[in-house]
């Protein structure tokens, strides 16, 4: 492993550690199946880690950091799949309140897509614990902390520093890369039809986003603003693309419906009953598509006319006075109770 700057690897081990801690406890309510909201936590935290050991690659030994990093990709996937249908479910349980309020032509197809859905997820409830016990396997979420613990005892002790200004540089030289990576997409707003252009800048927006939250432990939260307008478009992005999965899966829902009903019945009449919710779903998420898309443009045209993008290239700059003093007394603690309250605000 090559030579690293400490307080970087500081930065490092102390972002990992609390995302880390976080996982470790949202998995027993992952197991416990009793609630929605342990799945989406534990998802968001695997994935800040994913992040994070892409960021600090060369702060932990290859195979180490590699063994860490198949572990948590493992349990990224098997989140992910249970995750989205929770979130489809709940949504269609809503439209469904809504539905059943206007023509009750509606309710059959609804209520039979529900009934899918939850089938569905049910299934995947297996292949979520599966991925734990794989996870499991070797202890590697143990071994994980007891190493990063290892780290920051030995770099606390030598009084190294959370912020310098390596940190800085490198930092600012990640977000850098994260925000070009944003930009490459930026002309995919001009068409609205672009649904892998606005995809794929869904993703930098995490991206960017990611990098921001991890790097804002070294700059007193001084990046907190930013990250939050970025989680706008990121949240504005992500809407639209679950639009444009929604109207693909319910095209591919009413054909599986269809056959299924020709199998079993040898014609499509009874399927014909289902139509009329489903239809009624579809075009919902096609409006909310092109509203939420209208609305993204703008926000993303304010942020210019703000000079949003600039004023993040201000704040990026080392602080003054501050640069090669040590961290004051209790640094640690101060980090803890900012990542903790911009944890609170924050969503996948």
């Not at 060369?58 to 349990?75: G, N, S, T, V, Y």
Request: with cysteine; glycine share 6%; proline share 4%.
């Amino acid at each position: 492993m090559a030579a690293v700057d400490p307080s970087w690897r500081f930065l490092a081990c102390r972002y990992l550690r609390g995302q880390l801690e976080k996982l470790t406890k949202e998995l027993r309510g992952v197991r416990q199946n009793d609630d929605i909201e342990p799945v989406h936590q534990a998802r968001v935290a695997s994935r800040r880690m994913r992040a994070a050991f892409r960021m600090f690659e060369d702060c932990f030994e290859d195979k180490r950091l590699a063994k860490w990093q198949k572990r948590i990709r493992a349990l990224t996937k098997g989140l992910g799949a249970a995750r989205d249908k929770d979130v489809q479910i709940d949504f269609v349980e809503t439209f469904r309140q809504t539905a059943e309020g206007a023509d009750r032509r509606n309710h059959p197809g609804i209520k039979r897509l529900l009934l899918r859905l939850q089938q569905a997820r049910d299934t995947l409830q297996p292949e979520v614990l599966k991925s734990l016990e794989k996870r499991g396997k070797g202890d590697a979420l143990a071994e994980m902390h007891g190493e990063l613990e290892k780290i920051l005892f030995t770099l606390k002790s030598n009084d190294v520093p959370l912020q310098s200004p390596a940190v800085w540089a490198r930092g600012a030289e990640q977000i850098h890369s994260k925000k070009h990576d944003l930009f490459v997409y930026e002309h995919t707003l001009d068409d609205p039809e672009n649904q892998a252009g606005h995809h794929q800048m869904r993703i930098a927006a995490k991206r960017l986003r990611y990098t921001m939250e991890i790097c804002d432990l070294a700059y007193d939260g001084r990046l907190a603003p930013f990250i939050k307008s970025v989680k706008t478009v990121q949240t504005f992005l992500g809407d639209v693309h679950d639009c444009d999965v929604w109207v693909a899966d319910i095209d591919a829902f009413m054909e599986r419906e269809r056959l299924r009903t020709v199998e079993y019945f040898g014609h499509q009449r009874p399927f014909l009953r289902l139509r009329p919710g489903l239809a009624l779903l579809r075009a919902e998420r096609e409006a909310h598509r092109r509203r939420t898309f209208t609305d993204l443009v703008a926000y993303w045209k304010t942020l210019e006319e703000e000079g949003f993008w600039d004023r993040l290239e201000t704040t990026l700059q080392p602080p003054e006075g501050v640069a090669g003093k040590n961290v004051p007394k209790g640094q640690d603690q101060r980090v803890d109770a900012t990542d903790e309250k911009v944890e609170q605000d924050r969503t996948a």
